[in-house]
Structures are given as structure tokens and as C-alpha cells.
């Protein structure tokens, strides 16, 4: 982990998630087991980004005796895919988080300016009494995650956290810069962003290998 307290960056370098981003990241892994991995490492970052979650407790009875036993407090989390790739980090999480409402965020960039344009937007009632987890596999200019949270932060809720697969220095310092204090989940911090906006080494354009759509 690293950052002040308002701008935190958490690296989930647990093994399992960096052999799974290894497989990933292999421009041979075929999109079928490129998204199956994007599901289950999807899962790993959930399990930590929800490690901070307030429990109550909650009288309940076992066969043997009644406890009071802690569950998760207050109105559901909602998950918040930056379309089109941030369902395959959606579906995931939503394995681990049942119950959780979903939001959409549809941003294309811009082939020109490289800026971040919204096309649809929708999120659940009651944002105010709801903590916002958003997603995207890929933390690169920092431009759509910009963005995506200054759009969610019109909906008010308690809290953002955002969730990537890969981020790079560009991105993170572009995020922190006009939303210090969302912190950012990922699985690794790569090198750099090159002359096209991809992240080095990365993994090439999460959307089409996730979809299979080049
Ligand atoms: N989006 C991607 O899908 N890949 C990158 O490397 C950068 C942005």
C-alpha cells in the first residue's frame, strides 16, 4: 500500500492474483480463459476491497444456541462497471457480493482529444445510504476514471472505492489529482502508458480480449 491516507493505492500482490494476471497479461491466453480469469481474480480483489466493510450484530440461533452474530451494516454496495469492460470485473464480484445493486457508466475516449465522453449513465436508488465500488480493468490515462467518479459523486454515496486490474503512474496521479480521496484496488502498478495510451507491458486492450472483439 502506499499514498497519504486521502489517496491510497492498494496493490493485491497475494500470489494467486499475480499468477492469474500472468496468464492474463500472455497474449496467447484465449479470450474464454481470459475472461474465467478476469472473473476469479475479480473475486480476490473483492475479498479485499470489502475488508473494511462495517459489520452489526445480529441475533441469530444456531442448532445449538442463540448468538449475536455480525453481518454486513446498512443499505446494499453497489457496483459500478464502467462499460464495456468493467462487467468483466462486475461479474466477478458479484459471485462474492450477491446481493449487490449494480450501476452502469457508458464512457467512450475520444480518438482525438483522448478525453472521456458519458453515453449512458444509471444507478440504483438510495445512493446516499450506499457505498460505491467502481470498476474498470484498466487504470490508463485516468481520464474515464475522472470522469466516472465526478459522475458517481453526483449521486452522493457514503463512499468510492475504484477497482482495477492494472494501473499505471499516469493514471493514478491523473485519478488522485481531481479525487484524492478515492482510493484505488488493483492487482499491479505497470511501468507506464505508451505514445497510443496503452499501459507497458499491460495486456493489451482489456474490451476486445475480454469480448473477443479483434
Ligand atoms: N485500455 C485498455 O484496454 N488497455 C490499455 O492498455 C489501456 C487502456
Known amino acids: 500500500m502506499s499514498g497519504t491516507s486521502a489517496s491510497k493505492v ?9 499468477h492469474k494476471l500472468s496468464l492474463m497479461r500472455s497474449k496467447d491466453t484465449s479470450t474464454s480463459n481470459f475472461r474465467n480469469l478476469l472473473r476469479e481474480i475479480s473475486m480476490l480483489l473483492a475479498y479485499e476491497v470489502c475488508r473494511d466493510l462495517p459489520t452489526t450484530k445480529v441475533r441469530i440461533e444456531t442448532p445449538i444456541s442463540p448468538m449475536m452474530a455480525p453481518m454486513l451494516d446498512g443499505k446494499k454496495t453497489v457496483i459500478v462497471s464502467i462499460l464495456r469492460a468493467g462487467n468483466g470485473i462486475l461479474d466477478g464480484m458479484l459471485q462474492i457480493l450477491p446481493s449487490a445493486r449494480v450501476g452502469h457508466i457508458g ?5 482525438t482529444t483522448m478525453q472521456a465522453v458519458e453515453y449512458f449513465y444509471k444507478v440504483p436508488d438510495g445512493m446516499e445510504e450506499r457505498d460505491a465500488i467502481l470498476v474498470d480493468p484498466m487504470l490508463a490515462t485516468g481520464n474515464s476514471a475522472v470522469a466516472a467518479v465526478t459522475k458517481l459523486k453526483s449521486s ?3 463512499s468510492i472505492k475504484f477497482v482495477s486490474l492494472l494501473a499505471c503512474p499516469e493514471g493514478i496521479e ?7 480521496d478515492v482510493p484505488v484496488y488493483t492487482a499491479a502498478v505497470d511501468e507506464r502508458l505508451n505514445e497510443k495510451s496503452y499501459i507497458v507491458p499491460g495486456l493489451g486492450d482489456a474490451g476486445d480480449r475480454l469480448f473477443g472483439t479483434k
Open 10 to 18: 492498494h496493490v493485491i500482490d497475494h500470489p494467486l492474483v499475480q
Open 107 to 111: 464512457l467512450y475516449r475520444d480518438p
Open 156 to 158: 452522493n454515496p457514503r
Open 174 to 180: 491523473v485519478l488522485h489529482a481531481a479525487h484524492p
